[in-house]
């Protein structure tokens, strides 16, 4: 055991001294870096799509997205869990986000036409995975539910005399939630039914016999009494409707013309190993260093209603946005100004604690005090120290000032197209800010961090 332990030792020391040599010549070669940050997956791609989304053939995509919108869909991931959007900001990082708009804009529209706004987790299970009945039965619960809804509320139609023509106003006014309802349960059967043959066809392509025959049996059927009496339920309610209130509601069970909220799926998508959801692809340390603004743009606006919500994901770590543009080893201006859009958003992210309990400013004082030969600070892009301290210091500035403002100023800042001025948000004097802040917000190692060797401070 003496020998071994002595034996380990030596071998791990000359892979530590390995690695030292080559931290050099990987920091002195930017294309060597750029391929070792940027991998593509070495699996074949799931749909055509997906490879020419690899292969950076962003006209071809745009067209494939209109003939093939399915291939945007959820159900088709590569190795890594991502869907196309996910792979398009994974894997095209050394490209201007501006480059990507049109393609992105392309695959948001074709999700429309695939993802719909039903009860369903985005991603397919295999089928032996047990989960996967546990969500089958689940989601039939939820469907009865949404057709007992619609029996009631035709037996209301029917059982209430013509006479009563307040009753019969609210009939009008509850048709159309009664209407989304019976949207969203087709929707969900339809997506059973798509389920249904992928397991069928599964099943078909396995050469080993097991007992998953029955349960499909059991889908089947399920899902085939429902649809039948979803149809007549619907019918019957439609029927009603017209002999009580003179309403012809046909048309208004069609989808045509309708957002079915696919893209708005898509965008909430954080069914892969880190939970990321295309925001935070785009975010990343190690992420676009370009375009980042214009990216959360063309993302966010697309359901501005629901910007919030797409900006408050966590990951698996529990880190927010905010976190992972904060984790960046050098800040560049692009960072600076995602930074500003992000908080102008959304001003509680900056108080977010991660798994840990690291808000974003931890962040900042983690990147400050990281040892000097660590692998994040050699390979910094070739920046100094002195470099990379004063853009730390920059951007604790500029994080303080959004704290010492609080909530209701930082709406100010918010960009749409123009850039923000950090002199206009980073305080006239640290010092005097810091103090001001609430204990809740100021962490321990904030004064440790500005008497650490920062001579530009010196004079406040």
């Known amino acids: 055991l003496p020998s071994l332990k002595s034996t380990m030792a030596a071998l791990i020391a000359d892979e530590r001294s390995t690695i030292r040599r080559l931290f050099p010549l990987i920091s002195e070669s930017p294309a060597l870096l750029q391929h070792a940050s940027i991998s593509l997956p070495t699996a074949p791609p799931p749909s055509e799509l997906h490879a020419l989304v690899n292969s950076k053939k962003w ?36 490209t201007d986000g501006d480059e990507l708009i049109p393609l992105i804009s392309a695959i948001l529209r074709a999700a429309e036409e695939v993802d719909f706004q039903a009860e369903f987790p985005l991603g397919r299970v295999k089928y032996d995975d047990i989960y996967h009945m546990k969500q089958f039965y689940h989601d039939i619960e939820v469907i009865k539910s949404d057709i007992a809804s619609i029996e009631t509320a035709t037996e209301q139609i029917l059982t209430t005399p013509k006479e009563n023509k307040a009753a019969i106003a609210t009939f009008t006014t509850e048709a159309f939630k009664i209407l989304n309802r019976a949207e969203n349960c087709k929707k969900k059967l339809e997506l059973l039914q798509e389920e249904n043959l992928h397991i069928k066809k599964e099943l078909s392509e396995s050469k080993e016999k097991t007992n998953n025959t029955d349960d499909l049996c059991v889908r089947e059927e399920l899902v085939n009494k429902l649809q039948s009496k979803f149809s ?11 002999e009580v209130t003179g309403a012809d ?13 696919g893209s708005l799926r898509l965008l909430l998508d954080q069914h892969n190993r880190a939970k990321w959801s295309p925001l935070h692809l785009i975010c990343l340390q190690g992420g676009f260093t370009r375009g980042k603004v214009p990216l959360l743009l063309i993302l966010l606006q697309e359901h501005p209603d629901s910007s919030q919500q797409l900006l408050k994901l966590l990951d698996r770590q529990n880190r927010n946005v905010l976190h992972h543009l904060t984790e960046i080893s050098v800040p560049t201006d692009d960072t600076f100004q995602a930074v500003h859009y992000v908080i102008g958003q959304e001003y509680s992210l900056l108080l977010q604690k991660d798994d840990r309990g690291k808000t974003p400013l931890d962040y900042v004082f983690d990147r400050h005090y990281m040892h000097a030969n660590s692998a994040r600070s050699r390979l910094s892009n070739g920046n100094t120290v002195e470099e990379r301290y004063e853009n730390t210091y920059l951007l604790l500035q500029v994080l303080v000032g959004y704290l010492e403002r609080g909530e209701g100023s930082a709406g100010t800042y918010a960009i749409n ?44």
Not at 63 to 91: M, N
């Open 249 to 261: 509601l046909t048309a208004a069970t069609s989808t045509d013309g309708r957002r079915t909220e």
């Open 232 to 242: 007549d339920e619907i019918k019957r309610y439609q029927e009603s409707q017209k």
């Open 59 to 94: 006209d071809d995509a745009i067209e494939r997205c209109k003939t093939h919108p399915g291939e945007v869909s959820s159900q088709l991931r590569d190795e890594r869990g991502y869907t196309v959007l996910h792979s398009l900001l994974a894997y095209n990082r050394a």
């Open 417 to 460: 197209e123009e850039e923000v001025n950090n002199d206009d948000i980073i305080p006239q004097n640290l010092f005097h800010a810091v103090c001001r802040l609430p204990m809740g917000v100021c962490p321990e190692l904030m004064f440790k961090f500005l008497f650490k060797g920062i001579t530009s401070i010196e004079k406040e």
